[in-house]
C-alpha cells in the first residue's frame, strides 16, 4: 500500500492506520459533500485496516469480549469507539478531497501527476502477482478483499484519494518537512506543545567496572586504552618488576605488563588517558541491583533532589552530573539543554515519561517531581523553552515528528472547518458491518 498520509495524522485521530475514500458506485452513500460521496465499501475498509492495526499490537480483536470492553477514558465499548473515531476519520478524508477538487478549481494544480496513478496501478498488480495473497489471479485477489468490503477496483480508488491526500498537504504546507510553514507558526507551536526538563535517575540498579585483581586480592578497576582495548598503564611514574626472577617482568590477566606505585606496590594505571569498561552481558552493560534496604537509604537521595530550592539551578545540575547520584550519568546532562517532549513526541517512550509529562503541564519553571517507575525513581525538573530549539540539530532526536505533527494539526484544522457541510446518512450507516465483524486487514 502506498504510504502517502503523515503517521502522525494517524495518531492525532485516533491511534491507527486509515484509508483516504472517494466515490464508489457499488454501494449505498453514507456521508457526501457537494460531489464527493463516501460509500459503504469504503468505510468498511478502513476499519478493517483499524481492525489490523489492534492485531498487530497484539490485542485479541477476534474476541466477542474485546469489543465489549468499555475503552480506556470512556464510557463506549471498544467496538462503538472505533466504529465512531473510523467515521470521524472518514470526514477528514473527504474534506481531503474537497480541498483537492477546490485547488483545481481555481487553478492552482492541474490534478494529479501521471506518476502517481503509474505508481498505484503497480502496486495493486503487484498484489495480484504474488501468489501468497493472489495467485496471480484478479478474481482470487478481490476474494480476499471481499473480507473488508471491497474489491480492486474501489482499492484503486481509495489509493488514488490516499495520494491526492497526499499532494494537497505537500503543495499546501511542503509536506511532512513543513518546509512552506513559516519560523513563527513553528514556534508558536512549539510553545504550545513542548516542555524541557532534565531528569536524573536515582535507579534501583547499578554498573560495575571491569577489574583486575593481583595475587594479594587487592581489586582494581581497570583503565584500557581507547584504541588497542588493552589495560593502559602508568609505565612513566610506575615500575615494572620481575617477582619470579626468571627475567619476566610480572604481567596482567590480559597478559599485558603491568606498572606498579613505586611506594605502595598497588598498581598504576593511565587514569588520564585510559578509559573504564562497564562489565557486559549479552554485549549490554549489566545491571547489578541494589537491595531493598539499599534503596531504603537511596532514596533519601530523591528527597534531598525534591528539596532543592526552586531557584537554584546550579545544585541540580551538580547532582545531575554525579555518577553516585545519576545512575544514567552521562556527559550529555552537563553539555545538553535538557529534553523536549510533547504528547505526539511521547507515544514511543515507556509509561513513565507519559506520567512525567502529565506532572510536567502542572508544574512551574524551576519545580521538581518525582515518578516512580520499573528502574527506579526518576526525578525531573522543569526549565524554560529556549527559542528556536526545534530547529538546532543538537536537539533533532527530541523533535524527529515536529515537523509532520505541526502540519497534521493545520491540516485537520483545514479540514474541519469544511465538516459542517457533510451530510451523514445514517441509515446506509446502519447497512455496514461493524469492526467487530469485518476482517484483519494488514496488508493492504
Known sequence: MLCVISVCLVAAIVGGT???????RRSPVIMKHGEQKLRVDFYEFMLSRMKGELYKSKYDVSSEDFWGELQE???KTREQYYNEAILENCKVYLASLVIFDGLVEDGDISGLPEEYYTQIDEAIQLYIDLGYVGDGSEDKFNEILAEYGVDVDTLREIYIAEAKAQYVQEYIYGGSGATKIGDGVKQDYYEENYYRFKHILVGNFYYEYECETDAHGNEYVIYFDGETGEPLYDYENG?????????????????VTIAYDKETGEYLYDTENGVTHFVLENGTPKKFFYTDAQMSERYQLVTDLCSIDKEDFKTFEQKGSDPTVNTDYS???ATSSGIYMSDIES???ESYMHEMLHKLKEMDVGEIAVVEAEDGYHVFRKYALDDGAYADENNEKWFRNFNSSLVTKMYLEKCQAIFDGIEINQKNLGRARSIKDIGINTDY
Not at 18 to 24: E, G, K
Not at 239 to 245: A, F, L, P, S, Y
Open 18 to 24: 486509515l484509508a483516504i475514500v472517494t466515490l464508489s
Open 73 to 75: 477514558g470512556t464510557d
Open 239 to 255: 615500575e615494572k618488576r620481575d617477582d619470579d626472577g626468571d627475567g619476566m617482568y610480572n604481567r596482567d590477566s590480559y597478559d
Open 331 to 333: 556527559e550529555s546532562f
Open 347 to 349: 507515544v514511543t517512550y
